[in-house]
């Protein structure tokens, strides 16, 4: 069965510092990846998503992602985080047929001023 | 373009009762599928529907159900409620697989 492990349950960066979520995933076939963000009682919006090709993957916000077969991994980067950039991020691994998601359990982000 | 709507944003039931939430997708999307997040469980795949057929399920139990209709519109039910079924439940549609699933933003349910 597929699985997404996101190691970091809270992070907590400065304003204007880099940021890097870490998600990993059990998946038997090529994995298709997603990254999306909730902030607080809101929906989940995508930030980006992974299904073939180049592996760095660029998304909205500034965000981008690198995915590495060899390590399971897809993390999720930003060069300078903003303060809106403080909620709480999933990673997503769809399956092969139908639109089921499995998600991390999420990292949720703290920015600092 | 509007977005994926979600009806209602807040209910409160008590056990034993059901309940039944709805999801409109964007204009033109034919999936759907649900989600219950809670604190405990995180986020969980309920059910995808597809052209009006169930096209994937989730591991929860037969309490669960849901329907789409023709427009793509759909809802979900959930029967003799437990307190345990309290949650946020996000809709999300697609226009099929692969493409991006949009999220609304949830019903939150609070079952007493």
């Known amino acids: 069965a597929q699985s997404v492990t996101q190691p970091d349950i809270h992070i907590t960066v400065s304003e204007g510092a880099s940021l890097e979520l870490r998600c990993n995933y059990s998946?038997?076939?090529?994995?298709?990846l997603f990254w999306y963000v909730q902030s607080p009682g809101q929906g989940l919006q995508l930030l980006l998503k992974?299904?073939?090709?180049?592996?760095l993957v660029q998304g909205i916000k500034g965000f981008e992602a690198e995915f590495k077969r060899s390590q399971s991994s897809f993390n999720l980067r930003k060069p300078s985080v903003h303060w809106s950039d403080a909620a709480e991020y999933f990673c997503?691994?769809?399956?092969?047929?139908?639109?089921?998601?499995?998600f991390g359990g999420g990292t949720r982000v703290l920015v600092k001023p | 373009k509007a977005g994926v709507t979600q009806t209602p944003r807040y209910l409160i039931k008590t056990r034993g009762q059901q309940v039944t939430l709805s999801c409109s997708p964007i204009?033109?999307?034919?999936?759907v599928s649900w989600y219950q997040q809670t604190p405990g469980q995180g986020l969980q795949f309920l059910f995808e529907?597809?052209?009006?057929?169930?096209?994937n399920k989730g591991n929860f139990p037969g309490r669960f159900s849901g329907r789409q209709f023709s427009n793509s519109r759909s809802e979900m039910n959930v029967s003799t409620l437990e307190l345990g079924d309290s949650a946020l439940y996000l809709c999300?549609?697609?226009?099929?697989?692969?493409?991006?699933?949009?999220f609304g933003p949830g019903t939150r349910l609070l079952v007493l």
């Open positions: 999300a549609s697609s226009r099929d697989f692969g493409e991006t699933q949009y």
């Open positions: 998946y038997g076939a090529t994995p298709y």
């Open positions: 992974y299904f073939s090709g180049d592996t």
């Open positions: 997503a691994v769809a399956q092969a047929a139908g639109n089921k998601l499995t």
């Open positions: 204009s033109g999307h034919r999936s």
């Open positions: 529907y597809f052209s009006e057929t169930q096209r």
